[in-house]
């Protein structure tokens, strides 16, 4: 066991404050990583302050990790000391069931996904997440982050970008296809780049214009805000995939009634209270209401691959770990461009 320096809170809705954790003993097919970046998740917020339900304490949350290998176990062939590396959402799955074996290990029916943190993993331990110096992790559970990308821009790739990437190949975005993104923060903002590097005409549904020029920039073709009664005439019956990434409740009658007849509406934001939904509102038109989560670890090294071809990673504000709790709030009043990444060597 190692000790290393983490960020961690104490208990839900407690601010998060510097501690130590112990991490296991680099096993056989385990990747010790030196953790450079980790990305701030909205999740990390709704996890933190047990918005989902019932979390484990102390938490360190953390699930976009990016850093360098720097002990590898003697049974490890994919990893080697110094290359650089990623972590997501997952640490660990049952490697067995149809899930896990056709690349879908998030939605693994064997006992489910373990969590980066929030979870126990094999031995009944909780498992710690990014906000810290090291981690030691499964090198199946690892992903490699090509040279062309920075280990910062990099780091929310691993949950913003294959949380988006996913769906959107999915449900074909692509050439012809017009896809709106709904929520310009961490992920929506990845979902713009992403979608325009895919070929489709993508529009931003945002609750203002405020970041217009931005969306603009990062590949949106129309740019709407939500706030406007007038957006939801004129954009009625417009789109083939709409994809949500708002964190909050949405008015889903409202949002599905601008696609297209057998167009489909993904949610991806998590929000932490259950919403309505008049069924009508998919009957006429024959439309798809559907979820997403995350990706599966092969899924993820492709989204790398194609963030690095395409040239870019997240949009970030590189910050200290003492700024955490200052940016959770920034975070909760939709005010990150666009995502808040820590810089570990500060924690
Ligand atoms: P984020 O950076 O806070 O972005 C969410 C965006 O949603 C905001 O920037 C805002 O965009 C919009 N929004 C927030 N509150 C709203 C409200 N009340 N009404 C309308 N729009 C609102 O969060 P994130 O890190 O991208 O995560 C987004 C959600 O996805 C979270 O719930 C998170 O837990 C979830 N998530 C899910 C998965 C998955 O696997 N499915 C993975 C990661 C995260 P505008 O300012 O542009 O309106
Ligand atoms: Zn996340």
Redesign the pocket.
């Known amino acids: 066991m190692t000790t290393v320096a983490a960020y961690a809170a104490p208990a839900a809705k407690a601010p998060l404050e510097r501690t130590t954790i112990e991490r296991r003993a680099v096993g056989e097919f385990d990747v010790l990583i030196d953790i450079k970046f980790a990305g701030i ?3 990390d917020i ?1 996890q933190a302050r047990e918005g989902w339900g019932e979390a484990i304490f102390p938490m360190v949350p953390g699930h976009e990790i990016a850093g360098v290998v720097a002990e590898v176990g003697s049974g490890v062939t994919r990893y080697a000391v110094g290359d650089r590396v990623g972590v997501g ?1 997952m640490v660990d799955s049952c490697r067995e069931c149809d899930n896990c074996k056709a690349g879908l290990e ?1 939605y693994c029916t064997g006992g489910g996904m373990i969590g980066t943190y929030n979870a126990l993993d094999r031995n009944g331990e909780p498992t710690y997440g990014g906000y810290s110096h090291q981690i030691v992790v499964d090198e199946n559970y690892v992903v490699r982050i090509p040279d062309g990308l920075s280990l910062d821009v990099a780091a929310p790739l691993l ?2 970008g294959i ?1 988006t990437y996913s769906p959107l190949k999915h449900w074909n975005a692509g050439p012809g296809k017009k896809v709106a993104i ?7 903002h990845m979902a713009v780049k992403i979608a325009h590097a895919l070929g489709a005409e993508v529009t ?1 549904l ?3 214009l ?2 217009q020029e931005d969306g603009l920039k990062l590949g949106a073709d129309h740019y709407y805000a ?1 706030s406007d009664p007038k957006t939801f005439e004129e954009l009625a019956g417009t789109f083939d995939l709409i994809l949500s ?6 008015n889903l009658d409202q949002f599905l009634s601008l696609l297209r007849t057998d167009g489909a509406f993904v ?5 932490e209270e259950p919403v309505a939904l008049n069924l009508f509102s998919v009957i006429m038109g024959r439309k798809s209401l559907a ?4 990706g599966g670890i092969q899924e993820t090294q492709e989204m790398l691959d194609f963030c690095a071809e395409h040239g870019f990673g997240a949009e970030i504000e590189l910050i200290a770990a003492s700024e955490i709790n200052e940016a959770y709030e920034r ?2 009043a ?1 005010d ?1 461009r ?2 808040f990444v820590i810089d570990t060597a500060t924690i």
């Open positions: 998740c909205h999740s709704h959402c998030q949950c913003a949380t709904v929520g310009m923060g961490g992920l929506g931003v945002s609750q203002s405020r970041k939500t990434t708002v964190s909050a409740p949405l949610n991806v934001g998590a929000p979820g997403s989560g995350i975070v909760l939709s990150v666009y995502r």
